[in-house]
């Protein structure tokens, strides 16, 4: 099994910055050394890094990854894109996530089809809506029409032609807060789009905190998934129900830690024959390197005694 780190917290001392406003500098030396030493293979690289790069700039970024033996593994260019205010600006960054895929080498472009949000529930506090965790959810499956998927479809199967003339796949992530947020939504489009280099991402943690109380089980999640699946988000996490308030908060935690039985998860995986990068990520709290290489360690084991 090869690993990705999909780090979502970039803290290397004294360095501090936001992980979702990452320019190309912030991969430090010490960084990347880092990364490999844990153990991993690759990175996944938000567009909003690769753009300001243009094709040379990010073909030399990548060639500077490979010097610390590392590959860009995955292209992260997500958003919804069916909606009228976001939709056509998102579909535009998916098509250049493409080209900075095919210019660097990376495997897949993924993506999640979330908006930003617009209902009561954020900020914190407020009343339920976009944000996880809540009775309902912004853009879900549950109030989704028959037509966006078809309309989401036919995006996707541009975007795979283009993907395939560069060999890259692409995946859509499942992920609150929009259609593709269970099981079924994912098995729905991918069916729709019907392209070889087009597959779901199962990140099952995503199914945990999209409602106060999940909707499918983890392991039914993950069953009905790994047969499509061609890039992997692992992460668990501990809820905590408040049915006075039909609340959930979560608390995110390595991978052997939570509530996600990922020993099952990775045996599904395996069945399956998932031969795709299992994305690792990364702590939000405490130390970041402690927590992550627990969770990679762990993943390798069970990987070892399956493959062995």
Excluded at 89 to 111: C, M, P, Q, S
Excluded at 248 to 276: C, K, Q, T, W
Aim: aromatic share 10%; glycine share 8%; net charge negative.
């Amino acid at each position: 099994m090869r690993f990705c780190y999909a780090h979502r917290r970039f803290t290397l001392y004294p360095q501090s910055v936001d992980s979702w406003a990452l320019a190309s500098d912030n991969y430090t030396d010490d960084f990347l050394k880092k990364v490999k030493d844990l153990g991993f293979d690759a990175l996944e690289v938000g567009l909003e890094v690769l753009s300001p790069l243009g094709e040379q700039g990010a073909k030399d970024f990548a060639s500077r990854l490979h010097d610390f033996g590392l590959d860009v593994g995955a292209v992260r260019g997500g958003g919804t894109l069916h909606t009228a205010k976001t939709g056509s600006e998102n579909r535009k960054r998916l098509d250049e996530a493409i080209n900075y895929a095919g210019w660097t080498g990376a495997e897949v472009v993924n993506g999640a089809m979330s908006a930003p949000p617009r209902l009561p529930g954020h900020p914190p506090g407020a009343a339920p809506g976009s944000q996880s965790g809540w009775e309902i959810s912004q853009d879900s499956s549950r109030d989704a029409l028959l037509n966006v998927y078809d309309e989401l479809a036919g995006v996707f199967q541009v975007v795979c032609t283009k993907a395939a003339d560069v060999n890259v796949n692409v995946t859509v992530e499942v992920h609150q807060n929009s259609p593709v947020d269970n099981s079924w939504s994912a098995r729905l489009l991918h069916e729709k789009v019907d392209r070889p280099n087009f597959g779901i991402n199962p990140d099952i943690g995503n199914v945990l905190w999209t409602y106060d109380v999940p909707e499918e089980s983890f392991d039914d999640a993950i069953d009905n998934l790994a047969p499509v699946a061609k890039y992997w988000h692992s992460k668990n996490l501990h809820r905590v129900y408040h049915p006075e308030n039909n609340r959930s908060v979560f608390l995110r935690v390595p991978l052997p830690d939570g509530e996600i039985d990922y020993r099952y998860a990775i045996s599904a995986m395996h069945n399956a024959g998932y031969s795709g990068y299992m994305a690792i990520e990364g702590a939000w709290a405490g130390d970041q390197w402690h927590n992550d290489a627990k969770s990679i360690n762990y993943a390798k084991a069970i990987w070892g005694e399956l493959e062995s």
